[in-house]
């Protein structure tokens, strides 16, 4: 079975430009989340859908981030306009659905390594 | 006040010993705690989950829990050259808060 992927896994972008970054969830799950890694810092939160539906998107830095998941299948994060502190590496997970109160296993993926000049 | 914090290492430790890694959190109402390996370059990997006080065990690994100190740690017994990496503590469900990582280095 596949794992989660995602594309590119390195953009080198200058600042001002728009970048979308694409995220193909594990088949069947319908959870599915971004997060963030910048230099240094801890993995943070970005947002997380429930099939096509934004469920929490409280850990979004400001407007400039559009993240959607038209279908409820892949999903896409765009950027515009990117600024240097937007560089960094930016997972996404997926998991099964999960009932009220219970949790199941986020499946990372490989990351894009997003750098902003 | 940072919400999860690990110390950041490195954690240097020979094969075969026992390789204890530390994570305290800030939110009193945090329920559920995770372990991640990271490989460099790799994709954070879940190894041990723990939802109740106490210890949960798998295979060479420990995870301890104590709500009331808002501390969880991962015990890895045998440590192998294999389990040096990146680990990661990881607080709550759906919007998961981590720590920076420990580094862990398995010297041979």
């Known amino acids: 079975e596949a794992g989660v992927t995602q594309f590119p896994s390195h953009s080198v972008i200058e600042k001002g430009q728009t970048v979308t970054l694409r995220c193909d969830p594990i088949s069947g799950h319908d959870n599915l989340y971004w997060y963030r890694r910048v230099m240094g810092k801890e993995i943070k939160f970005l947002l997380h859908f429930v099939k096509e539906s934004k469920q929490d998107e409280s850990g979004m830095p400001n407007n400039r981030f559009l993240a959607e998941r038209t279908g409820g299948t892949y999903s896409t994060l765009k950027v515009q306009p990117a600024e240097l502190e937007d560089s960094g590496v930016y997972f996404c997970a997926s998991s099964q659905y999960s009932l009220a109160g219970s949790y199941n296993e986020q499946f990372f993926g490989p990351g894009t390594r997003l750098t902003v000049l | 006040q940072k919400e999860v914090e690990q110390n950041s290492g490195p954690l240097s430790v020979p094969e075969g010993a026992i390789a204890s890694l530390n994570c305290t959190y800030s939110?009193?109402?945090?329920?559920?705690f995770f372990w991640y390996r990271q490989y460099s370059g790799k994709s954070p990997e879940l190894i041990m989950f723990i939802y109740s006080n106490g210890d949960k065990e798998d295979g060479r690994f420990t995870a301890q829990l104590n709500k009331a100190s808002q501390y969880v740690s991962l015990l890895i017994r045998d440590s192998q050259p294999s389990d040096s990496a990146t680990y990661l503590c990881?607080?709550?469900?759906?919007?998961?808060?981590f720590g920076a990582g420990t580094r862990l280095t398995v010297k041979p």
């Open positions: 990881a607080v709550g469900g759906n919007d998961m808060r």
């Open positions: 939110d009193r109402g945090s329920q559920s």
